[in-house]
């Protein structure tokens, strides 16, 4: 094979996972070609706000991509608290001196996360082909195409505000069965969603619930409205590199399957499979060193959370306005002695576990 053609090294999907392995490769002299089957960056996801967690690392998540080589040429701003709604308890405030999530926006919009990779892929010298959905390629291939199932599902609104900037949290099994719902607000504009593990079916009646909760609250106007829902997939697999493909971000069940928080995960696992390319590592020993234990302690939490329903939310709600909100969730984002004596339990009830 002629070198040229040794370099190219084609990626399906522009998501967060596909980008970053993009500008990772092409950093490295490699010649990344992205195929996405939409007409642009972040069409999957609807000009909403997520988070960008902070708590799961020692590090906090901004240096992390700088030193896996990503700029923050996107909106990204951190928000230090906010507050939160558990049953049966008034509604407690929750302050941090370390950021606990960086807001940033998907979709398309230029101060989006997926635009801001976008264009640094392009400058890297990456090539993004829009409009081909690709299911399998010559040479090696990145599969970075994101969830193939729901095992949560997502029903939100965007809208414009004059309210100020706010981040509220909602454990309530009436607007989020074994979920949570979330407001967050940022220079005008706004993005409310509950996120709903059981009893899909009656979506729109949770989320009609949620719009009820927070118009009360919060008394905020809410104009130029646009729906959105979304969905993610969790699963576990031996390999994610076999037949000349390396799969990354949800592709390949990677997301925390407590809250979904999925996007720290993406991040990585593009990263890791650039690098196990460059260098010529294993990309199944990579992931499983720094991705697997706490996709297991996701997990965990995941069975632990269903298992206390309102008691536990009430308890997790009382921790995180104690004072130290990121200890708090890195201890328990994090393989413990206990919550791995607790796995072989959660493996058993949530069989996630795919064979290839
Ligand atoms: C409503 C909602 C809210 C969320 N909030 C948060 C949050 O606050 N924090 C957080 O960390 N995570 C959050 N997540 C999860 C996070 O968005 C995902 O985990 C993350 O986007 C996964 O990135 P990815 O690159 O693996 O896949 P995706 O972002 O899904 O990208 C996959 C891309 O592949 C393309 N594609 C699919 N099939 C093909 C094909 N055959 N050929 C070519 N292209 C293809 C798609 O068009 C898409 O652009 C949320 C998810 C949803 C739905």
Same mark, same amino acid.
């Given at each position: 094979?002629?070198?040229?053609?040794?370099?190219?090294?084609?990626?399906?999907?522009?998501? =967060?996972?596909?980008?970053?392995?993009?500008?990772?490769?092409?950093?490295?002299?490699?010649? =990344?070609?992205?195929?996405?089957?939409?007409?642009?960056?972040? *069409?999957?996801?609807?000009?909403?706000? !997520?988070? +960008?967690?902070?708590?799961?690392?020692?590090?906090?998540?901004?240096?992390?991509?700088?030193?896996?080589?990503?700029? #923050?040429?996107?909106?990204?701003?951190?928000? *230090?608290?906010?507050?939160?709604?558990?049953?049966?308890?008034?509604?407690?405030? #929750?302050?941090?001196?370390?950021?606990?999530?960086?807001?940033?926006?998907?979709?398309?919009?230029?101060?989006? +996360?997926?635009?801001?990779?976008?264009? !640094?892929? /392009?400058?890297?010298?990456?090539?993004?082909?829009?409009?081909?959905?690709?299911?399998?390629?010559?040479?090696?291939?990145?599969?970075?195409?994101?969830?193939?199932?729901? &095992?949560?599902?997502?029903? @939100?609104?965007?809208?414009?505000?004059?309210?100020?900037? +706010?981040?509220? /949290? +909602? %454990?309530?099994?009436?607007?989020?069965?074994?979920?949570?719902?979330?407001?967050?607000?940022? &220079?005008?504009? @706004?993005?409310?969603?509950? /996120?709903?593990?059981?009893?899909?079916?009656?979506?729109?009646?949770?989320?009609?619930?949620? /719009?009820?909760?927070?118009?009360?609250?919060?008394?905020?106007?809410?104009?130029?409205?646009?729906?959105?829902?979304?969905?993610?997939? %969790?699963?576990?697999?031996?390999?994610?590199?076999?037949?000349?493909?390396?799969?990354?971000?949800?592709?390949?069940?990677?997301?925390?399957?407590?809250?979904?928080?999925?996007?720290?995960?993406?991040?990585?696992?593009?990263?890791?499979?650039?690098?196990?390319?460059?260098?010529?590592?294993?990309?199944?020993?990579?992931?499983?060193?720094?991705?697997? =234990?706490?996709?297991?302690?996701?997990?965990?939490?995941?069975?632990?959370?269903?298992?206390?329903?309102?008691?536990?939310?009430?308890?997790?709600?009382?921790?995180?306005?104690?004072?130290? =909100?990121?200890?708090?969730?890195?201890?328990?984002?994090?393989?413990?002695?206990?919550?791995?004596?607790?796995?072989?339990?959660?493996?058993?009830?949530?069989?996630?576990?795919?064979?290839?």
């Amino acid at each position: 094979m002629n070198s040229k053609l040794e370099n190219q090294i084609n990626i399906a999907g522009a998501g =967060p996972a596909g980008l970053t392995a993009a500008i990772v490769l092409a950093k490295y002299g490699y010649k =990344p070609k992205v195929y996405d089957m939409s007409p642009c960056v972040g *069409h999957r996801m609807n000009g909403d706000f !997520q988070g +960008l967690e902070n708590w799961s690392s020692d590090k906090d998540i901004t240096m992390l991509l700088k030193d896996i080589g990503i700029d #923050i040429n996107f909106l990204c701003i951190p928000y *230090h608290g906010g507050d939160i709604y558990a049953p049966r308890i008034a509604p407690l405030k #929750i302050k941090s001196e370390r950021p606990i999530f960086y807001l940033v926006k998907r979709g398309a919009a230029n101060n989006s +996360l997926d635009n801001g990779l976008k264009e !640094q892929a /392009v400058c890297w010298g990456g090539e993004i082909v829009f409009n081909r959905r690709i299911e399998s390629c010559e040479g090696k291939t990145i599969i970075a195409t994101g969830p193939k199932r729901a &095992d949560f599902i997502a029903a @939100g609104v965007t809208f414009d505000t004059g309210a100020e900037n +706010l981040a509220s /949290v +909602l %454990f309530n099994d009436e607007i989020a069965p074994k979920g949570y719902a979330y407001l967050l607000i940022n &220079d005008g504009f @706004g993005t409310m969603a509950t /996120v709903i593990y059981k009893d899909f079916k009656n979506t729109k009646k949770y989320f009609k619930n949620l /719009v009820n909760f927070f118009q009360n609250e919060k008394n905020i106007d809410i104009k130029n409205e646009k729906r959105f829902g979304g969905f993610g997939n %969790f699963f576990i697999r031996d390999t994610n590199a076999f037949d000349k493909k390396i799969y990354v971000g949800e592709s390949a069940g990677f997301q925390d399957y407590l809250w979904g928080f999925g996007l720290r995960y993406a991040i990585i696992s593009g990263y890791l499979a650039a690098m196990s390319i460059i260098t010529g590592s294993d990309y199944d020993s990579l992931w499983k060193k720094e991705v697997k =234990p706490m996709l297991e302690t996701s997990l965990v939490n995941r069975y632990l959370i269903e298992k206390f329903g309102d008691f536990g939310y009430s308890y997790i709600a009382k921790k995180f306005a104690e004072g130290n =909100p990121c200890n708090f969730l890195k201890r328990n984002y994090n393989l413990s002695f206990l919550k791995s004596f607790l796995l072989p339990i959660a493996k058993k009830r949530y069989k996630i576990y795919e064979n290839i």
